[in-house]
């Protein structure tokens, strides 16, 4: 039997937006500079699928913070919008019992390598303390983070 050959996947960008971004003043916090060194990163994404308008939407929410005596610290974070239109979403990608889409991982793993650094780069651009600025952000694993992805259906 000849293997079925898997449908091209084309897609574009129809939005990126940062929705908001804070920062927390570190001697308010009463947080060191000195010893902020790495960090912890909380990423939260939750994945909007539109059939009709063929649109994928993830809503994130990133925060960066510090522990201190086991207590995490909020420093800074962002909030962003990411849009991208599938072209022939519904025809392309197969689908479960339960009549959902099942896109494949590694796609899903190129978009949000494409979120990540549109985020980065809204972090760089949007943070004005400039102890912030030498803080380090850290890799993303993309398949743990892809298991961490709330869909929701619109």
Same mark, same amino acid.
């Given at each position: ?15 990126? !937006? +940062?929705?908001?971004?804070? !920062?927390?003043?570190?001697? !308010? ?11 912890? %990163?909380?990423?939260?994404? +939750?994945?909007? %699928? ?43 990608? *197969? ?28 972090? %760089? ?12 952000? *850290? %890799? ?12 929701? !259906?619109?």
């Amino acid at each position: 039997m000849a293997e079925q050959k898997q449908p091209k996947i084309e897609f574009r960008i129809e939005n990126i !937006e +940062r929705i908001s971004c804070f !920062e927390n003043d570190l001697n !308010e916090l009463n947080v060191n500079k000195d010893k902020i060194g790495m960090g912890n %990163v909380n990423i939260i994404i +939750r994945m909007h %699928v539109n059939e009709k308008s063929n649109l994928l939407k993830f809503d994130t929410n990133v925060t960066f913070s510090h522990i201190k005596k086991n207590i995490n610290i909020d420093l800074f974070g962002i909030k962003t919008s990411h849009i991208f239109e599938i072209n022939n979403m519904s025809n392309i990608f *197969p689908r479960d019992d339960k009549n959902k889409l099942i896109f494949p991982e590694d796609f899903l793993q190129t978009l949000l390598a494409l979120i990540i650094g549109s985020i980065r780069g809204m972090l %760089v651009v949007s943070i004005t303390n400039k102890d912030y600025k030498g803080i380090y952000l *850290p %890799v993303v694993n993309l398949k743990e983070l892809l298991k961490a992805i709330l869909p929701q !259906e619109n």
